[in-house]
């Protein structure tokens, strides 16, 4: 079957977007590989310059005061599985005594939604004393969870927590944000949240890419809070 018959057998919508000619097919095909390279390259960048700044496990990470937790999610209230196996490292990094703190960092933009108070149960629950766990109530994203780190919390240097498809993106933006850290991958069985959690890295990274560059403000930042500081010194 020729090019042409194959143009002529799409339906007529679709038939005016496809180039006519060689040269305009060939045109097509090269602006389409250009797109899939600039969308690659900020993954790419994540990859390249956070290889050095990943922990294996919880047991393989080095000390540092405080070990960040990203939110994930609630299911009726309480942590999502993700956000469970995330706490579930958090609190192996304290009994190991690998960090002496925990900031749990989330969404609390609702009154009928409120991740970090979720996790706080959660760890306590797990044996993590309540005063060695800080909340942060504005944890709306990725960068809004780093920046306030350290411009509120004045979280210097920390573990991050989060599942390996994220992680990288999570060193890669708390280290724009002025934080010295390592990730530490919650491993996942690769299924299809896996997957579908996966993907939805590629325009992540584009966004943390920009953010990186550009380090805006979070959305709420908000007064600088001592409870970290007091959270060590307990």
């Given at each position: 079957?020729?090019?042409?018959?194959?143009i002529?057998?799409?339906?007529?919508?679709f038939?005016?977007?496809?180039?006519?000619?060689?040269?305009?097919r060939r045109?097509?095909?090269?602006?389409?590989?250009?797109?899939?390279?600039?969308?690659?390259?900020?993954a790419?960048?994540?990859?390249?310059?956070?290889?050095?700044?990943?922990?294996?496990?919880?047991?393989?990470?080095p000390?540092?005061?405080?070990?960040?937790?990203?939110?994930?999610?609630?299911?009726?209230?309480?942590?999502?599985?993700?956000?469970?196996?995330?706490?579930?490292t958090?609190?192996?990094?304290?009994?190991r005594?690998?960090?002496?703190?925990?900031?749990?960092?989330?969404?609390?933009?609702?009154?009928?939604?409120?991740?970090?108070s979720?996790?706080?149960?959660?760890?306590a629950?797990?044996?993590?004393?309540?005063r060695r766990?800080?909340a942060?109530?504005?944890?709306?994203?990725?960068?809004?969870?780093?920046?306030?780190?350290?411009?509120v919390?004045?979280?210097?240097?920390?573990?991050?927590?989060?599942?390996?498809?994220?992680?990288?993106?999570?060193a890669a933006?708390?280290?724009?944000?002025?934080?010295?850290?390592?990730g530490v991958?919650?491993?996942?069985?690769?299924?299809?949240t896996?997957?579908?959690?996966?993907?939805?890295?590629?325009?992540?990274?584009t966004?943390?890419?920009?953010?990186?560059?550009?380090?805006p403000?979070?959305?709420?930042?908000?007064?600088?809070e001592?409870?970290?500081?007091?959270?060590?010194?307990?």
């Amino acid at each position: 079957m020729t090019p042409l018959v194959q143009i002529r057998e799409l339906p007529h919508r679709f038939r005016r977007l496809v180039p006519r000619t060689r040269r305009g097919r060939r045109r097509a095909v090269q602006a389409l590989v250009a797109l899939c390279v600039l969308a690659l390259l900020p993954a790419t960048w994540l990859r390249l310059t956070t290889d050095d700044r990943l922990a294996r496990t919880a047991a393989d990470a080095p000390s540092a005061p405080v070990a960040l937790v990203f939110g994930a999610g609630l299911w009726d209230g309480e942590p999502s599985p993700y956000l469970a196996h995330r706490l579930d490292t958090a609190a192996e990094l304290y009994t190991r005594g690998k960090v002496r703190a925990v900031l749990v960092s989330g969404d609390n933009s609702r009154e009928d939604y409120d991740e970090p108070s979720a996790m706080r149960r959660y760890l306590a629950a797990k044996g993590v004393p309540s005063r060695r766990v800080v909340a942060d109530y504005a944890g709306f994203d990725t960068w809004d969870s780093c920046s306030r780190a350290r411009r509120v919390f004045g979280v210097h240097r920390a573990l991050l927590v989060s599942q390996d498809f994220h992680i990288r993106r999570a060193a890669a933006l708390c280290r724009s944000a002025g934080v010295t850290s390592y990730g530490v991958p919650v491993p996942e069985p690769r299924d299809a949240t896996w997957y579908a959690s996966s993907l939805r890295e590629l325009p992540s990274a584009t966004k943390a890419a920009l953010e990186a560059t550009f380090t805006p403000d979070p959305h709420f930042l908000g007064p600088e809070e001592k409870d970290i500081a007091k959270a060590l010194d307990r």
